[in-house]
């Protein structure tokens, strides 16, 4: 059955300043493109009594913004901001490709950087990339700025450290060196449209066949999006070779516990997640 819609309040702030009073008067869902809210309505899903609309906040929140090695993205860029970016596509190629695997045209459209962070999804497209981009999210309140680093930021499933008070503003990571080797691959029942049942971002550096700092992600293995800290440990320092590779294929499938769902088996996901981790490293090669 449809959730009713009729008795939610909305809020429709038009600038930073005003959504975070608004946040500070009560307890408001954030709503910016509404690409899962309104599947959890049209699910009969409760998403609350009050939401606040982030649509009018769109000229101070939908930027990218490139400055020496940062990189920093408002949180109402969109994916098709994001995946159209020269930017983007000439700094952090994985992000551009993560953002062209979310959904279709048109969700890509409404879909935001911010929005993807927030709902937490251990399938979030876009959520890997971050991790191995060390990346930084930044909330706002009447309090001030408060930045969160990527591995302090999920609490657990669908859920991050984000206080009700609190709106997320941007996402802020360090741009990988000219020379690192970038890499984002997403497994889904098909090539487009779907959500992943595995999804992996890595990024290296090799010099000379020596693996100087390697950095791997996995989603949809578990609760919230995972580093792969064994395996980056097993693969640093040392020399690129098959047994190296093979090595690093059984410290994954050690590494993760995925569970089983109506998208995937465990088992799958594992062998999957293996598998992946070994083409990125035979692109290192």
């Known amino acids: 059955m449809r959730g009713l819609v009729s008795h939610i309040e909305v809020a429709t702030p038009a600038t930073v300043e ?7 008067s ?12 309104y599947v959890f309505l049209n699910a009969g899903k409760a998403v609350g009594d009050r939401v606040i609309s982030l649509h009018g906040l769109r000229p101070e929140l939908r930027f990218i913004s490139v400055n020496g090695v940062k990189l920093r993205v408002g949180a109402l860029t969109t994916f098709r901001d994001v995946a159209g970016a020269s930017a983007v596509i000439e700094r952090v190629p994985m992000l551009a490709a993560a953002a062209r695997t979310v959904g279709a045209a048109a969700i890509q459209c409404r879909g935001t ?49 984000r206080r009700p008070d609190e709106l997320l503003v941007a996402v802020n990571a360090k741009l990988p060196a000219p020379r690192a ?27 000379r066949g020596t693996v100087k700092d390697i950095r791997l992600s996995l989603g949809s293995v578990a609760a919230t999006p995972v580093r792969l800290p ?47 981790v070994a083409e990125f490293l035979a692109s290192l090669s």
């Not at 009560?26 to 809210?37: E, H, I, K, M």
């Not at 050690?254 to 594992?270: F, G, H, L, N, W």
């Open 18 to 24: 005003e959504a975070i009073g608004t946040l500070a």
């Open 26 to 37: 009560g307890t408001f869902t954030p709503v910016a493109g509404g690409t899962d809210v």
């Open 113 to 161: 950087v911010g929005g993807n962070i927030a709902n937490a999804s251990p399938a979030g497209d876009s959520l890997p990339v971050w991790s191995v981009l060390d990346a930084e999210v930044e909330f706002r309140s009447t309090q001030g700025t408060r930045r969160v680093a990527w591995d302090k930021l999920f609490l657990g499933y669908r859920k991050i450290d």
């Open 230 to 276: 064994k395996t980056e440990a097993l693969l640093n320092g040392q020399k690129l070779t098959p047994a190296l590779a093979r090595a690093a294929v059984e410290s994954v499938k050690a590494e993760i516990t995925p569970m089983d769902d109506v998208r995937s088996t465990a088992t799958y996901r594992k062998h999957t997640a293996g598998n992946l």
């Open 181 to 207: 080797r970038q890499w984002y691959r997403k497994v889904g029942t098909r090539n487009a449209q779907a959500i992943s049942k595995v999804v992996l971002a890595g990024l290296a550096d090799v010099e």
